[in-house]
Every structure is written in structure tokens, then in C-alpha cells.
């Protein structure tokens, strides 16, 4: 006798091999916990100031887009790269602060230079999508990207779904590139027979998530060079998140992007931006800016099956807020605010004595974090000690090892100063230095006891 199955039992879905390898993302768990906890101060989520939303600025400009375009275009589907103002506005903006690098301040942009990089330019769904459409581009599951150290580990986070293997860039104790150790790297490489697997390098160039750090335009040019010297000239992808967020308003312009540095020609180049962070994370829009045709058709055609187009409001209330200063005045507004709740966190690291607990970190000039490294042996984990402490006194942080390639040193910490106000990023500081105190003393006399064992 054959059993049909009955019509409630419900059949499993047969996941694909991408299916199956994605996993929650690692802060979904950390703002679950953040939920769950009465009373708990985040540190972890990089989300921004809800206090300095440009509210006012929205409402003016939905307004005059409502009495400016009465064929309410910007109600209608967009086309699939996004609105031509907004791409000429990105690409006359980068333009402008990558030629205001080599100095002398920022010299005037050519009209048909503007109109050339913004037919390299596509908008999309947070500079995330532009980030995953580039990988899923050019890599095959088993493929190699190379990736600064420490990374953005949503970054990590989606090349694990798509099987794609990271490895970060050899640095040094100060966290500079360390081009002999890379060059080293890229030579077993080619020996190992691995080289035609490596498809990629991606880094964060200014105010990195998670590190704060800028990587140099010497460090960028060395790595650029390393690369050609070894035969790995490969696609870049520079991500340039947090260009906009540095308290001085020059430090945009402090270097130029792979796309406005000549020692990148050659390399297929993508540059991601993004409108979120420096202004409305809620209207979730970034873009991409590629010079190699082929690989930007290719994202583009795959932007286009997945949702043709990025929202049309979000981005005509954007392209207003570039055009008529807006978006400006609001970055003047973020930089004072981000830079003040900067200094409550560090002052609190400092008056909570973390600094005499073996504890380091540079003070950033931008950007929303503070990476912090304990002291060595030290494991700030998911479920170490510390963290278990960090939780009990009512704080929370992302753990440094999220964000490596591999090999994860297990004693760096992420903290993000963007959400809490300047008071509870005090407090929350404090709870932080309890909580390393309290583990300071049994790493103490586990020390003086290996000390005694060695005697
Ligand atoms: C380094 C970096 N790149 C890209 C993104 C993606 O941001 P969005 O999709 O909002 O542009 C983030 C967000 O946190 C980030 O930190």
C-alpha cells in the first residue's frame, strides 16, 4: 500500500548549496541579546545618531519635490543604475575631492570628465548590495579575496555565504601593510597553485570599520604595487564608507580614491560610496562606481534580476539634499556630534583606568568606532569570561575575532560610539573598564603562577 503524504505535513524545501551555507548574520545575535537585556548600553550595532537625523531637511525637501515635479516621477520605478542627477552628483563630488588631494584645495571638475564617471556609476541598495554584487561577479564558491586586517565583517560575513575564501593582508604591530610579508604571501600563492583562485582584494580606506584607521595613500600605493610586482593584478574593491565622517572636513580629500590614483591603472576598479551613514541610514542608499565595462554590465544585469532599480523616492530626495546643500550642512551637523561622542567613550576608556589594565588604542579622527586591543592572552570571544563580565555589568561589544580572515588574534574588541548619547557612551565606558578590571586580576595570577611554574 503506498502512504501519499497527508496535505498538512509540509514537504522541506531542498536548499541550494548558497542557501545552505548562509548563516544569521553575527549582529542579528548581538542586538538580539542587546533586546533581551533590560538595561544593557550597546556598544556593538554600527548604527547611527538617531538625535541628528536630518528630519527637517527631509520634510523641506519632500515638500518642494511635491511642488517641483507635479508629474510625480519619483513615485514611478526608477531606471536599473539609478537617477542620472544623483550619478552626476556622486561622480562631481568624488571627482572634486579626489583632484583636491594632490593639494592646492578643490580645483573645478571638467563637465565631461563628470559625465564619464557617472556613466561608471550605479546606485544601489546600501553600498552593501554594490559590495555583493561585486563579489558575486567574480567569484565562484572555493575563490580567494584578500581583505585588510582587521575587515568589515558583514563583509566576511557574505563571502562565507558565497563559499568564497578570505585572507587577510600581513601587518605590522603598528596595523600598517607589511608589503615583504605580503609579497611572501603572494609568491606561496602562485606556488601552491592557488593564484588563479585569487579573484579579489578589498579594503576600507577611511576610518575603517572596525579599526578607525585610514589606510595611507603610501600603504594603498605599496599595496597596489605589491600586487603588480607578484603578477596578482587583480579587481580592487575600495570601500569608502566612512570617507565623509571624519571630523575634519578635509580628511575626504586627504588622499584620492584607487579611481583618481594612477598607481591602480590597470586594476579593474570598484569604488563603493554611500549616502547612508552620512546622512539617513534609513533611506538605505549607496552606490558603486566601476571603470571596467565588462564587470559593471555584469552587476548591473544582476542588480537588475534582483530588484531593477533602487528605490526612486529615496533617491530623488537624496539627489535634492546633494544639489542644494543639504546633505552638506548635515554633514557639519554629524561631524561636531560624532566627534564629541568620540571623546565621551575615550575619556571614560581613560578615567576607567583600561589604559593601566594593559588595555590599547588609537583615538580616531572620524568614523564611528574605537578598536580596542586587551592584553595579550586575553579572550574577548562570544562566550569568553570578559564577555560574560561585559554583560553582567550591562554593556555590550562586538569581538574583535568577527573581523579577521584568519588567524583571529582572540583579545581585540569593536566599540561604536554612534548610537548612545554622549552621557550613556560615559556610562557605558564605565561599565566596559568594570568589566576588564574584573577580569584583569585572574589573568594577573594566572600569569604568576606560570611565572612560579617556570621557576
Ligand atoms: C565598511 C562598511 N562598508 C559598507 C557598509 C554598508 O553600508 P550601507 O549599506 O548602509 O551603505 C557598512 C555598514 O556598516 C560598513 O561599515
Redesign the pocket.
Known amino acids: 500500500m503506498s502512504v501519499s503524504p497527508s496535505a498538512s505535513s509540509p514537504v522541506p524545501p531542498v536548499l541550494s548549496a548558497l542557501g545552505r551555507r548562509a548563516r544569521p548574520p553575527a549582529i542579528t545575535a548581538l542586538m538580539q541579546v542587546a533586546l533581551e537585556t533590560p538595561g544593557l548600553l550597546s556598544l556593538a550595532a554600527?548604527f547611527t545618531d538617531n538625535a541628528t537625523l536630518p528630519l527637517t531637511a527631509l520634510g523641506e525637501g519632500m515638500r518642494r519635490l511635491t511642488l517641483e515635479a507635479p508629474d510625480k516621477e519619483f513615485l514611478q520605478y526608477g531606471t536599473n543604475a539609478g537617477r542620472p542627477g544623483l550619478r552626476a552628483a556622486l561622480a562631481a563630488r568624488v571627482l572634486a575631492q579626489d583632484a583636491a588631494a594632490g593639494g592646492g584645495g578643490a580645483p573645478a571638475v571638467a563637465p565631461e570628465a563628470v559625465a564619464a564617471r557617472a556613466a561608471q556609476t550605479f546606485v544601489t541598495n546600501?553600498?552593501?548590495q554594490a559590495?555583493y554584487l561585486a563579489v558575486q561577479t567574480l567569484c565562484e564558491p572555493g575563490d580567494i579575496v584578500l581583505l585588510d586586517r582587521p575587515s568589515?565583517f558583514?563583509f566576511l560575513e557574505l563571502l562565507g555565504g558565497l563559499g568564497v575564501e578570505a585572507r587577510s593582508l600581513p601587518t605590522d604591530v603598528e596595523g600598517r601593510l607589511d608589503a615583504r610579508a605580503l609579497a611572501v604571501m603572494l609568491g606561496q600563492l602562485r606556488s601552491s597553485g592557488a593564484r588563479s583562485r585569487l579573484k579579489a582584494v578589498y579594503f576600507?580606506s577611511w576610518f575603517s570599520?572596525p579599526s578607525g584607521r585610514t589606510l595611507g595613500a603610501d600603504e594603498k600605493r605599496v599595496l597596489a604595487a605589491t600586487l603588480r610586482a607578484e603578477d596578482c593584478v587583480v579587481p580592487v574593491i575600495e570601500?569608502a564608507?566612512y570617507r565623509e565622517l571624519g571630523f575634519d572636513p578635509a580628511a575626504a580629500s586627504a588622499q584620492a580614491g584607487v579611481l583618481g590614483d594612477r598607481a591602480w591603472d590597470g586594476f579593474p576598479r570598484l569604488y563603493t560610496g554611500?549616502l547612508?551613514?552620512p546622512f539617513a541610514?534609513g533611506l538605505?542608499v549607496?552606490f558603486g562606481m566601476c571603470d571596467d565595462a565588462a564587470w559593471r554590465s555584469a552587476m548591473l544585469h544582476v542588480k537588475g534580476h534582483q530588484d531593477f532599480g533602487t528605490a526612486n523616492f529615496a533617491q530623488a530626495l537624496l539627489e535634492r539634499a546633494l544639489l542644494d546643500g543639504g546633505f552638506e550642512a548635515q554633514l557639519g551637523v554629524l561631524r561636531g556630534a560624532y566627534r564629541e561622542k568620540r571623546d565621551a567613550l575615550h575619556q571614560a576608556l581613560v578615567a576607567g583606568g583600561l589604559a593601566g589594565l594593559g588595555w590599547r588604542w588609537r583615538v580616531p579622527e572620524g568614523g564611528l568606532y574605537l578598536w580596542l586591543e586587551g592584553p595579550p592572552g586575553l579572550d574577548t570571544g562570544g562566550d569568553s569570561a570578559f564577555c560574560r563580565a561585559c554583560l553582567r555589568e550591562g554593556v555590550l561589544y562586538v569581538p574583535g575575532a568577527l573581523c579577521h580572515g584568519d588567524a583571529p588574534p582572540k583579545n581585540t574588541v569593536r566599540l561604536s560610539y554612534g548610537v548612545l548619547p554622549p552621557s550613556a557612551l560615559a556610562e557605558a565606558g564605565a561599565r566596559f573598564c568594570r568589566a576588564a578590571r574584573a577580569c584583569a586580576a585572574p589573568l594577573a595570577s594566572d600569569a604568576a603562577q606560570a611565572e612560579g611554574a617556570a621557576r
Request: net charge positive; charged share 20%; no cysteine.
Open positions: 554600527g546600501g553600498s552593501q559590495l568589515y558583514v576600507v570599520n570601500d564608507a554611500t547612508t551613514k541610514t538605505k549607496g
